[in-house]
């Protein structure tokens, strides 16, 4: 796997779109980081932490931690989460300084940018006054 923000993304994504009430990760620092930053949002109900060797599914495990992520939906069954795009790759990073920290959807969605002060959402970095690396967008 080379990038697994993107995989991710795209795994709560590919979820929400058949609306399963959860969707499981490989554990790692950063999306844990960023799960905790779209359950702070409201973007999901729950993110946690499985330990390895812990039944998941019908007496599934893994040796692995993963991560669990509840999916948020509305009243009328539409997903919380309507787009979610990686903006910086492995490929092409897309830094951003604290000048051009952008505004997502009028203020209704979030980016979330790494800096040196850890993970945040652009609201956070414009008060900070920090820049960083783009990681992505979501609304």
């Known amino acids: 796997m080379i990038d697994p923000i993107a995989d991710m993304l795209t795994r709560i994504r ?3 779109t058949v609306r399963k009430a959860d969707v ?3 554990m790692s620092k950063i999306k844990f980081n960023i799960a905790k930053i ?9 993110a946690e932490i499985i330990k390895g060797g812990q039944d998941l599914q019908k007496n599934k495990s893994s040796k692995f931690d993963q991560i669990r992520l509840v999916l948020k ?15 910086s790759k492995p490929g092409r990073r897309v830094y951003i300084n ?42």
């Open 14 to 16: 590919n979820a929400s």
């Open 24 to 26: 499981l990760l490989p």
């Open 38 to 46: 779209l359950e702070r949002e409201g973007f999901i109900s729950k």
């Open 73 to 87: 939906y509305e009243a009328d069954g539409r997903p919380r989460i309507s787009s979610l795009k990686r903006i």
């Open 98 to 139: 604290k000048d051009n920290i952008p505004t997502i959807l009028n203020g209704f969605g979030l980016a979330i940018v790494s800096t040196s002060k850890g993970l945040m959402t652009n609201i956070e970095a414009r008060k900070t006054k920090i820049g960083g690396e783009f990681i992505c967008e979501i609304y």
